[in-house]
């Protein structure tokens, strides 16, 4: 099934394992990138998500496999905002991203946040995000999906822990995704264990939203 649905949680995770193969793929485009809690005065957007395209050519199947994978993708943001608003150690992050991401990915994710933690350096402010389920196939072996993602992220800049205000995703040794900006994201989601976990994602450099 392809064109599907919009609106706008995770086996296979190794995460740290991946974390040495990540400093070497660390230039690469396309990925995202521990604290406990988010900041108590932090307010989630009203809805991050839009709302959900009609299902009448969708199956029961297909149409509960959206709903999941939309839930995890929104569980997978909420959780990346929180490890960024005060990055621990990769080990404490993989605990609140395991759930959401696997290998590339995580490991990927993983190092950033690792990055973020050894620099002091932290991300303030809030995203907001619109995914759009685009393919799903149940019938592969693991099921997978493919989720198109307008992130914005404009309000969502990087700092100085220690108050010494913003700086930039290049003098920190991060990818350019951690700019402050509106893009569009590519993720690939399969089902594993039961739960969708989200291994692969891409910038779309050309495309805007």
Same mark, same amino acid.
């Given at each position: 099934m392809a064109g599907c649905c919009s609106r706008g949680r995770g086996g296979v995770r190794r995460g740290l394992a991946g974390l040495a193969a990540a400093a070497g793929l660390a230039g690469l485009t396309g990925v995202a990138g521990c604290s406990a809690e988010p900041d108590p005065g932090f307010v989630w957007p009203g809805d991050p998500t839009s709302a959900a395209a009609p299902t009448s050519t969708l199956d029961p199947a297909e149409t509960a496999?959206?709903?999941?994978?939309?839930?995890? #993708?929104?569980? #997978?943001?909420?959780?990346?905002?929180a490890v960024q608003a005060d990055p621990a150690p990769a080990y404490l992050a993989q605990?609140?991203?395991g759930d959401y991401l696997a290998d590339p990915l995580l490991g990927l994710i993983l190092f950033d946040v690792e990055t973020m933690h050894t620099r002091g350096v932290v991300r303030e402010g809030e995203p907001t995000w619109q995914p759009a389920v685009t393919d799903l196939w149940l019938h592969r072996s693991p099921p997978a999906a493919t989720v198109r993602d307008c992130l914005d992220a404009s309000g969502w800049q990087l700092a100085d822990r220690d108050g010494g205000g913003p700086t930039t995703a290049e003098s920190e040794g991060l990818p350019a995704r951690y700019a402050p900006d509106r893009y569009v994201m590519v993720f690939t989601a399969r089902l594993v264990d039961d739960q969708w976990l989200f291994d692969d994602a891409r910038?779309?450099?050309?495309?805007?939203?």
């Open positions: 496999a959206v709903e999941e994978i939309l839930a995890a #993708f929104d569980g #997978f943001r909420r959780a990346e905002v605990e609140q991203l910038v779309e450099r050309d495309e805007r939203c």
